[in-house]
């Protein structure tokens, strides 16, 4: 299996602008979840699915902060409009079963100038 | 809430020399714990898991971890670290009223001396 796949790996964007992450979960895996990662803050859960649907969105920063999961396959997390504080590496993280360890993407790393 | 302590945010070791990690958490059961880690400009990596069973679990790299649940700790050892072992390691917790939503420790960054 390759894993779990992050699109971009790295992002330079003005602020203002919207920025698309995308992530393609481990065949099979039914659940996902999006982190941020800052010097600051460490690992931030930010958002995560069960079966496509979204369970807990505590996490999520503000309303500028979006994510999706049209399928099983796929999932994107959008900001809009972006920030220089947005700027982090975002993880992808999907898992097999519920409580199962999770397995993370390699990041997209986030620059908003 | 549960939550996990790493109370060492540096450690440096030589090459060859022992390796112990120290995890604490708060949880009001028997919690699910892991240890990753994460290599420069990588993603994280399972190392090990305790779920139940021996307290004594094996990892990939040659990492061990106990689960010692009257000090509710994790903490992750290895006999003789390797130059490539320099990295940052998360201990992390999962289950009960979180679902199955990770909580992680602060990380410590493992720094190797030649």
């Known amino acids: 299996d390759a894993g779990v796949i992050q699109s971009p790996r790295h992002e330079v964007t003005e602020m203002g602008q919207e920025v698309t992450l995308r992530c393609k979960p481990i065949?099979?895996?039914?659940?996902l979840f999006w982190y941020r990662q800052t010097m600051m803050r460490g690992l931030e859960l930010l958002i995560y699915f069960n079966n496509n649907v979204p369970i807990d969105d505590s996490g999520m920063p503000e309303d500028r902060f979006s994510a999706k999961m049209p399928n099983a396959s796929f999932s994107t997390l959008k900001i809009q409009p972006s920030e220089p504080r947005d700027s982090a590496v975002y993880f992808c993280?999907?898992?097999?079963?519920?409580?199962?360890?999770?397995?993370f993407g390699p990041g997209t790393r986030l620059t908003v100038t | 809430a549960q939550s996990v302590t790493q109370p060492d945010i540096h450690i440096t070791v030589s090459e060859g020399a022992s390796l112990e990690l120290r995890c604490n958490y708060s949880?009001?059961?028997?919690?699910?714990l892991f240890w990753y880690v994460q290599s420069p400009g990588q993603g994280l990596q399972l190392l090990l898991k305790y779920f139940s069973g021996d307290t004594l679990v094996q990892g990939i790299k040659g990492f061990e971890a106990e689960f010692k649940r009257s000090q509710s700790s994790f903490n992750l050892r290895k006999p003789s670290v390797h130059w490539s072992d320099a990295a940052e390691y998360f201990c992390?917790?999962?289950?009960?009223?979180?679902?199955?939503?990770?909580?992680f420790g602060g990380g410590t960054r493992v720094l190797v001396k030649p």
């Open positions: 993280a999907s898992s097999l079963i519920r409580d199962e360890e999770q397995y």
């Open positions: 992390a917790v999962v289950g009960g009223a979180a679902g199955n939503k990770l909580t």
């Open positions: 949880y009001g059961a028997t919690p699910y």
């Open positions: 065949s099979g895996h039914n659940s």
